[in-house]
DNA sequence: TCAGTTTACATGCATTTGCATTCACTGTCG
DNA sequence: CGACAGTGAATGCAAATGCATGTAAACTGA
């Protein structure tokens, strides 16, 4: 069996930006799905982050880490959100510094129909392209590579 | 060999999940860059597209498929650009709509400036993370995803 | 050829964003 | 304790964004 080197910087380079292009041209599709009318992208993207929450409640400064939005705008996205009658906003127990965010009936319901949409155009855009066990190893690959950055 | 059915919605959305998070986890990192106090992002982005395009020239809608922003935000950041001495904006020779933008001097000298740093980041963040292989594999596969969505 | 449609980009305007800063609470060290 | 640095979120304000629309050029088909 082949011995694989340490990769060098041309080879990262060039995996990472055809991950990145690839992304930028499903996320170019997705955009445009009726779906998105209802509610901007980066505002799904904080319920569907919600949606993943174990207890239900998140606390804002760790759901931002999952985003691409500065602090400031996360917070007044919730602002928004709450108005909107999707999200909850507490004050954290341990520190009364902290707020903890849920969504509420009405935010996970439309982040159920929504999600559905979504994965549904996603597989009807991604599935001829590759095989199952492609996807599988594809799925491999970023895991590593997400995990890798988590504890940095 | 096994045989690899095609795959289910599932498996799809799952891959795509990792990907999206990935690219996400990578892009934080790259944001807080000193590089990125000088060009946003996006900013950086337009110029790094232009540096692609083999006669040096882009058409404006070609462009703006490459990016995730709106055809008026791009048709205004091209504006800022431009005033900025980055870009130079020029009408369609067979199309009197049209409008053609490249890189001057300066903006082609920024964009090498900024890859660069951009470039060993991404080196020092991801290459400890996969094998040389690993990232052909990933390459190979985001590639042909890619190249599959381009003719829909 | 010329009305009707489509395509490419620009603009008006309300909303959203980010940066810098502020405010409130927490933790630390003398 | 009590000043002081550190942390989490909110706010003022200028800049960027998107949607809807406008304008102009290019197609289209009687």
Redesign the pocket.
Known sequence: MAESSSPDVRTTAEAWESLFRTQVAVMRRM?QLPE??KL?M??YDVLFNLSLCPGGWS????L?EAL?????????????LEKKGLVL?RT?Q???????ISLTDEGRALQKNIGREHVKHLHSMLAPLLTEDEFGQLRGLTDKLHSGLKND
Do not use: H, T, Y
């Open positions: 955009q998105f009318k901007a980066r505002e606390r804002l400064n760790e931002n691409l939005i500065s602090q400031p705008s996360l917070s007044r996205m919730v602002d928004r906003r954290a341990n520190d009364q510094r902290g707020i903890e």
